[in-house]
T-cell receptor, first 112, second 113 residues
Framework: AQSVTQLGSHVSVSEGALVLLRCNYS??????LFWYVQYPNQGLQLLLK??????LVKGINGFEAEFKKSETSFHLTKPSAHMSDAAEYFC??????????FGAGTTVTVRA | GAGVSQSPRYKVAKRGQDVALRCDPI?????LFWYQQALGQGPEFLTY????????KSGLPSDRFFAERPEGSVSTLKIQRTQQEDSAVYLC???????????FGQGTRLTVV
């Protein structure tokens, strides 16, 4: 079985500051790991995906995440926050690449 | 259409009523998924189709939940005798095949009163 824990349900950052969203996973097999973003009244959009090809994964909108097996973590970062980054972010894990187990989500607000 | 389309966007049902939620996947997408997202939670997997075959229904919470995709395109999620705990956003997603990116619809918000 797989599960994901997202640390912090709300994160507030200043525009231009680093965005760091934490995700820890548990999986009995080598996992696929994902970050999704959800804007209000919209569906989930894939930001990036880890499939064991490289530990540092670059995604859309300047986001990246690093897979650390020793820490069972897959934290999401963006060097400089933009107002348009305000949204809810979900980390997800899968062992078979179709059945996703999501975390509870982290809401990001960006202060001008 | 360009994306996954779900209808209705909002549904209010009286407790005990049956509801049907529709998903139009992206044309040509083989895989189709349903997820349930309760308020303040992440989505929870309900079921998975490959074409018309329902390959995984392990996430359906009870036998009141039923999903179908008879022609391998449009899918319907049916909930019989709705209860208050069924209130949630129901998300549909589709992908070209199981190993490619899944695209999510905007969801149907079901409120059972």
């Amino acid at each position: 079985a797989q599960s994901v824990t997202q640390l912090g349900s709300h994160v507030s950052v200043s525009e231009g500051a680093l965005v760091l969203l934490r995700c820890n996973y548990s999986s009995s097999v080598p996992p696929y790991l994902f970050w999704y973003v959800q804007y209000p009244n919209q569906g989930l959009q894939l930001l990036l995906k880890y499939t064991s090809a490289a530990t540092l994964v670059k995604g859309i909108n300047g986001f990246e995440a690093e897979f650390k097996k020793s820490e069972t973590s897959f934290h999401l970062t963006k060097p400089s926050a933009h107002m348009s980054d305000a949204a809810e972010y979900f980390c997800a894990v899968s062992s078979n690449d179709y059945k996703l187990s999501f975390g509870a989500g982290t809401t990001v607000t960006v202060r001008a | 259409g360009a994306g996954v389309s779900q209808s209705p966007r909002y549904k209010v049902a009286k407790r005990g009523q049956d509801v049907a939620l529709r998903c139009d996947p992206i044309s040509g997408h083989v895989s189709l998924f349903w997820y349930q997202q309760a308020l303040g939670q992440g989505p929870e997997f309900l079921t998975y189709f490959q074409n018309e075959a329902q390959l995984d229904k392990s996430g359906l919470p009870s036998d009141r939940f039923f999903a179908e995709r008879p022609e391998g395109s449009v899918s319907t999620l049916k909930i019989q005798r709705t209860q208050q705990e069924d209130s949630a956003v129901y998300l549909c997603a589709s992908s070209l095949d199981p190993n490619t990116e899944a695209f999510f619809g905007q969801g149907t918000r079901l409120t059972v009163v």
